[in-house]
């Protein structure tokens, strides 16, 4: 139950949640109503391991965008079961998705390491079939290859500016 809250409380940052177990208060996750409290409540949900190694990601191609956060190759190491992924709103796994994201870590981790993220996908609703799987936890996309390659780039982007150097001033 308490990982169905999380995923609950990471689609939904504007809605606070609270869980109560025998009458004793197990998580309280205050809203969000704007960006500038995302992390803070990001932190509580996902930890501070998490937001310490957060990078955010936003990027835009037409129709596809997406938002969020993945965690620099150091944090991934030791997040192994951090994976959220929303499309349209919708908590998914899907293979294509944890395929690009692996893809844009190549050589950083191990086979047995998994890369650590909280994403957000926005796709024209028409592009993805969400009755692929009777849970609706999988989901087909119609242009796959074109999602792959956006969401692979949007991590390489947000990585090669975190590992540009910074120009003093």
Known sequence: ?????????????????????????IRQYRAAPDESQYERRLGNI????????????????????????VADPVGAKQLPDMQYCYVNQRMMRDRLINHAIRQAY?????????????????????????NVHPTKHEVRFHQARLVHDFIYQAVMSVWQQASAPVESL
Not at 1 to 25: P, S
Not at 47 to 52: C, E, N, S, V, Y
Not at 115 to 129: F, G, K, N, R, T
Request: some cysteine.
């Open 1 to 25: 139950i308490d990982e169905v809250v999380r995923r609950i409380a990471l689609a939904r940052f504007d809605v606070a949640i609270t869980l109560h177990h025998n009458g004793k208060l």
């Open 46 to 69: 996902c930890g501070a391991t998490f937001l310490q190694h957060a990078l955010a990601v936003s990027w835009q191609h037409g129709d596809l965008t997406i938002h969020g956060w």
């Open 106 to 130: 190549q050589d950083q981790l191990s086979d047995d390491q998994q890369p650590a993220y909280v994403l957000y996908l926005e796709i024209d609703p028409h592009q993805v079939d969400v």
